[in-house]
């Protein structure tokens, strides 16, 4: 049973990098085969993708966020994490990991249980 | 890529069915077959629930159904249970390996 995790702060300050690592366990990323995302939920609003990787290393971003986003794969570890800097307040949401298991096509198949990050002074 | 529209909230009484609606655009929706959708409880992550517009995984109940027409997908729960009310959010393949949701809609069981 793949299980995701993620973990990372809590509470970033405005215009600081939010940076979130989601450890996977069950299987192994490096077998290939999915593509692993980042999807927010601001509070009380719907889901917003943020952007996938691949064990390759071949990434793919939401083009609202690209110029701030980064995501990258750990394999010896088997986590990906994600960076977004320049945040602000809009920023604030539950971030959650998740396993695309059709490839790219957006099958989220197994997720984190999701972590809040709050940006605020 | 804007978000996909769908209703904010509908309702319906136990034994009913009731469809949500995720309007797209010929960009997204309209032109790929695959569209996902996820049931979300009130603290907890998304369950998908449809995949490739109409096929459900595993352990999900024939109760819920997807179909597609032009720019249009919809999700469709019949014989509604106290259980399914939730969020429900659509998600479409957009091209070029990139994803958009819909904004989610609130379905309440009356």
Redesign the interface.
Known sequence: QVQLQESGPGLVKPSQTLSLTCTVSGGSISRGGYYWSWIRQRPGKGLEWIGHIYYSGSTYYNASLKSRVTISVDMSKNQFSLKLTSVTAADTAVYYCARDGSSYYGYFDYWGQGTLVTVSS | ?S?LT?PASVSGSPGQSITISCTGTSSDVGS?K?V?W?QQHPGK????MI??GSKR?SGVSNRFSGSKSGNTASLTISGLQAEDEADY?C???AG?????????TKLTVL
């Open positions: 890529q978000a769908q790929y695959h996902s996820y992550a998304p369950k998908l995949y490739e995984p959010h998600c479409s393949y070029s390996s990139t994803l958009v949701f819909g904004g989610g």
